[in-house]
C-alpha cells in the first residue's frame, strides 16, 4: 500500500461522533469538515475491494441503451440511483432474513459493498432509504467525493428498538456539486387522511451547471407491509400533492425515486401512473413492450417464507425527459437460492440506475 491507500484507509475507518448532540449540529448548519479533503473515487474503490478480499467477485450488470431514433439532448446524461440499502439495524435485528449468515451484515464489510455498487456506477444523484449511517459514513465520504447531501429520518424509526443501534433510518438525497446547483430543498412528512405518518420524502429543486435547465429530484420510502395499502395510497396522494405545488403544476420536469412498498398492481402505483404531473416508469421501458415493470426488484426469505416483489420505482416526466439506458436487474442465477442480502449483495433491495437527458424545446 502506497501513501494514498493508507490514507484513504483511514478515510473508510474514520467514523464521526454519531451521538445525538453532534447531530444536533447538522441541523444547525455546521461546516463539514469531510468536504474540505477530496478522495478520489478510483482510489476509494480499490481500498473497499482490498476490505473485501475474501467475498465473492462483484455481480456483472450491464447498462441497457434504451434512446429511441431521433433528436436528444447533446449535454451530458443525468445518472440517477435509487436503492433501499437496508437499514443495519433492521438487517441486524428485525427483518429475519433466515438464509443470510449473520457474517454477512457486518456494518464493516457491507458498508464496502454499499460504497462499491454506488462507486461503480458513479451516479449523479443518489436516491436513498433505510439510511441508518448518514452521518457517521455516507455524508462524510460521499460529501468528500464530492457531494452535497440531504437526510431526514423517519420520526419514530424502527431502528430505534433495535439494542446498539446507530440512530434512526430515513432518505437520504445526494447530489454532486460540480453538477448542480440546489434551487430549492423541501423535507416531508407524509400525511395520511390528514394524520401525519412516519414516512418521509425529501424533494429538491436542481439546476444544470451545463444546460442551466431545472430539475426536480425526490426520494422516498412509504409505508411497509400487507394490510397498509389504502394507507400507502393516502401516502402516495400527499407526496403527489406536494409535488404539484414544489413543480409549479408540473411545469418543472421531475424524477420521483422510491422504495414505494407497493407492486404495480396497488392503487398507489395507479396514482402515480395516472397522475396529471404525466410520468412514467423508467424501469418499464426494460420490458419488450415497455409497459411491464421488471418482475422483481427484492428478494428476500424470511421467517415468513419466500418474498420477491416490485416494490422500487424511478418516476420521471414524460414529456420532458427520456431515458438513455438503465442498469439491468440481477438474475435469479445471480441472486442464488438463498435470495438477498448475502456475501455478494449487501441490500435486499437491487439498486436501479437510470441514465436521464432533457428532451430537446419544441
Ligand atoms: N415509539 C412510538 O411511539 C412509535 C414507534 N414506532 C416504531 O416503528 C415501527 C413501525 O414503523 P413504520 O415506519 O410504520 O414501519 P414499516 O411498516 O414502514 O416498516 C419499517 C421497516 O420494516 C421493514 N419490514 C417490512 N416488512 C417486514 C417484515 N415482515 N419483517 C421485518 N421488517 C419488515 C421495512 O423494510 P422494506 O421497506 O424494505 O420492506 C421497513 O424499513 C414500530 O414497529 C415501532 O417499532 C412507530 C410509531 C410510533
Ligand atoms: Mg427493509
Not at 448542480?180 to 424533494?203: D, E, G
Not at 421488471?294 to 425527459?321: F, N, V
Request: some cysteine; aromatic content about 10%; hydrophobic content about 35%.
Amino acid at each position: 500500500m502506497g501513501n494514498g491507500t493508507s490514507r484513504l484507509y483511514s478515510a473508510l475507518t474514520k467514523t464521526l461522533d454519531g451521538s445525538p448532540a453532534a447531530q444536533h449540529l447538522e441541523y444547525l448548519g455546521a461546516p463539514d469538515p469531510e468536504q474540505l479533503e477530496p478522495i478520489d473515487p478510483k482510489e476509494l474503490l480499490e481500498e473497499c475491494r482490498a476490505v473485501l478480499h475474501t467475498r465473492p467477485p462483484r455481480f456483472q450488470r450491464g447498462f441497457v441503451d434504451l434512446r429511441a431514433d431521433g433528436p436528444s439532448s447533446s449535454h451530458a446524461p443525468i445518472r440517477v440511483m435509487q436503492w433501499n440499502i437496508l437499514a443495519q439495524a433492521l438487517g441486524e435485528g428485525k427483518d429475519n432474513f433466515v438464509q443470510c449468515p449473520l457474517e454477512a451484515l457486518k456494518w464493516e464489510e457491507r458498508k464496502c459493498l454499499i460504497l462499491e455498487e454506488i462507486l461503480a456506477y458513479q451516479p449523479d444523484i443518489l436516491c436513498l432509504q433505510e439510511v441508518d449511517h448518514y452521518f457517521d459514513t455516507f455524508r462524510p465520504l460521499l460529501g468528500r467525493l464530492g457531494y452535497q447531501g440531504t437526510f431526514f429520518p423517519k420520526p419514530w424509526s424502527p431502528c430505534l428498538d433495535v439494542e446498539h443501534n446507530n440512530g434512526p433510518d430515513g432518505c437520504a438525497l445526494f447530489f454532486l456539486q460540480n453538477r448542480f446547483k440546489l434551487v430549492n430543498s423541501a423535507n416531508i412528512r407524509l400525511t395520511a387522511m390528514t394524520l401525519k405518518t412516519n414516512q418521509v420524502a425529501i424533494a429538491q429543486t436542481l439546476e444544470c451547471k451545463e444546460s442551466s435547465r431545472q430539475f426536480c429530484i425526490a426520494v422516498t420510502h412509504l409505508k411497509a407491509r400487507t394490510g397498509w395499502e389504502r394507507f400507502r395510497s393516502a401516502q402516495g396522494c400527499d407526496l403527489l400533492q406536494n409535488l404539484q405545488n414544489i413543480t409549479q403544476g408540473a411545469k418543472i420536469p421531475l424524477i420521483v425515486c422510491g422504495d414505494f412498498n407497493a407492486e404495480p398492481t396497488e392503487e398507489v402505483y395507479r396514482h402515480f401512473a395516472s397522475s396529471s404531473l404525466n410520468l412514467n416508469s423508467a424501469y418499464k421501458l426494460l420490458s419488450a413492450d415497455g409497459q411491464s415493470e421488471p418482475p422483481y426488484t427484492t428478494w428476500k426469505i424470511r421467517t415468513s417464507g419466500e418474498s420477491r416483489h416490485t416494490l422500487d420505482y424511478i418516476w420521471y416526466s414524460k414529456h420532458a425527459l427520456s431515458v438513455r439506458s438503465a442498469l439491468a436487474l440481477l438474475t435469479e442465477e445471480q441472486i442464488g437460492p438463498n435470495r438477498l442480502p448475502s456475501f455478494n449483495y449487501p441490500s435486499d433491495h437491487l439498486s436501479l440506475v437510470c441514465d436521464f437527458s432533457f428532451n430537446e424545446e419544441p
